[in-house]
């Protein structure tokens, strides 16, 4: 699998910081709530954004099935990682942690021995998630976070990695 790197820009184009992008939300941890469209407002935005910091795992849609297009967001208070899927996994992006840049042959053979390349985040609640796809920048990883809810597109302020085929 090969990896293609998009570095952070120091420019963050300006948005609405009251638009909502996102059309469902979901906790894949107890109590595992769930949010319509209808139901996501400036409290629920608010209160998902202050949760992350001490630890949090959920899915923001863009699709208001939850079937496609979403953010990963795995925060353990320590690392963040971010994960957007898009057309039926044809589009996959990682946050990216170019000190981590050296294990990506490891992480591309599916090793999981090497414990130390590996955060305790986990995607999807089961596959361990390497540290070249998470970062330390948790207040940057919240801005990511929202950016993505406004927006429904990438942060611009952290680095990426876009899987390719």
């Not at 963050?12 to 939300?25: L, N």
């Not at 090497?114 to 948790?138: F, H, M, N, V």
């Amino acid at each position: 699998m090969e990896f293609e790197i998009i570095p952070r820009k120091d420019r963050i184009p300006p948005f609405d910081s009251h638009a909502i992008k996102i059309r469902r939300i979901e906790y894949f941890d107890p109590p595992y709530q769930a949010y319509d469209e209808e139901d996501i407002t400036e409290n629920v935005i608010a209160e998902v954004l202050k949760q992350i910091s001490g630890g949090i795992n959920l899915y923001l849609f863009l699709d208001p099935d939850g079937e496609d297009d979403w953010l990963e967001v795995n925060c353990d208070g320590e690392w963040i990682s971010l994960g957007f899927l898009g057309d039926f996994g044809q589009k996959n992006y990682y946050s990216y942690n170019p000190a981590f840049a050296d294990t990506a042959d490891q992480i591309d053979k599916g090793d999981f021995s090497d414990k130390s390349i590996y955060t305790d985040l986990e995607r999807g609640g089961q596959s361990p998630i390497p540290s070249i796809q998470a970062i330390t920048e948790i207040e940057m990883g919240v801005k990511a976070v929202e950016y993505f809810i406004r927006t429904g597109e990438l942060y611009p302020g952290i680095d990426w990695m876009r899987q390719c085929e």
